[in-house]
């Protein structure tokens, strides 16, 4: 059975620019999440879907926004991009939530 | 604000020895708590801990959930080299505000040298 993919694996950006992420969950998964790691930083929650829906958000500011297909699977967007958002971006999966939730191997977005 | 702090922040061993990692937490509507092992990307899950299952174990790993003193052990014996890696702990809330949310501490980072 497939983990949870995403892609692309690293994206360089400039400053100013709008970068796209993108994550399949595990089939049957509806839950979805993402989590920004910076550099010394833990993991921080970002955004959760569930059935098309955004159910929760951490505390980032409205340029970070997402959606979730029909499908489940889900784009994470971050607009006006500042050097301050190079990090490994983390989408994680789940049958349903607050169980167990699967991650993927990341995204490392650098902003230059 | 849910809370999670790990200690210690890193730990250095010799293959064979036996590790205890420990988690506390401060979270509003406690629901579960979850361990990863964090390599190179991906935080692989290792176990669950919830009310109804508080104990839980795989090989040489395993770990305790202590509810009264709001904490999490992460035991490993006898380590080998392939346990090398950082190893996160997380809260999961079961309503409010947090809802659907983990909450990670800030890691072990754990040396495992031959």
């Known amino acids: 059975e497939a983990g949870v993919t995403q892609s692309p694996t690293h994206l360089i950006k400039t400053r100013g620019q709008q970068a796209t992420l993108r994550c399949s969950p595990i089939?049957?998964?509806?839950?979805v999440y993402w989590y920004q790691q910076a550099l010394g930083l833990g993991l921080q929650f970002l955004l959760w879907y569930d059935e098309g829906e955004e159910r929760n958000r951490g505390n980032f500011p409205p340029r970070f926004s997402g959606r979730q297909f029909p499908n489940y699977s889900s784009e994470l967007n971050v607009n006006a991009l500042e050097l301050e958002d190079s990090a490994l971006y983390l989408c994680?999966?789940?049958?349903?939530?607050?169980?167990?939730?699967?991650f993927g191997q990341g995204t490392r977005l650098t902003v230059v | 604000e849910d809370k999670v702090v790990q200690s210690p922040l890193s730990l250095v061993v010799h293959e064979g020895d036996t590790v205890t990692l420990n988690c506390s937490y401060e979270?509003?509507?406690?629901?579960?708590l979850l361990w990863y092992k964090q390599e190179k990307k991906a935080p692989t899950f290792l176990f669950m801990l919830?009310?109804?299952?508080i104990e839980k174990k795989s090989g040489r790993l395993s770990s305790i959930l202590d509810k009264k003193e709001l904490s999490s052990i992460l035991n490993i014996t006898a380590t080998q080299t392939g346990d090398s890696a950082i190893y996160l702990c997380a809260v999961c809330n079961a309503g409010g505000t947090s809802y659907g949310k983990l909450t990670f501490g800030q890691g072990t980072i754990l040396t495992v040298h031959p």
């Open positions: 979270v509003t509507n406690f629901r579960s």
């Open positions: 919830t009310s109804s299952g």
């Open positions: 994680a999966s789940s049958l349903v939530v607050n169980t167990e939730a699967f």
């Open positions: 089939s049957g998964h509806t839950s």
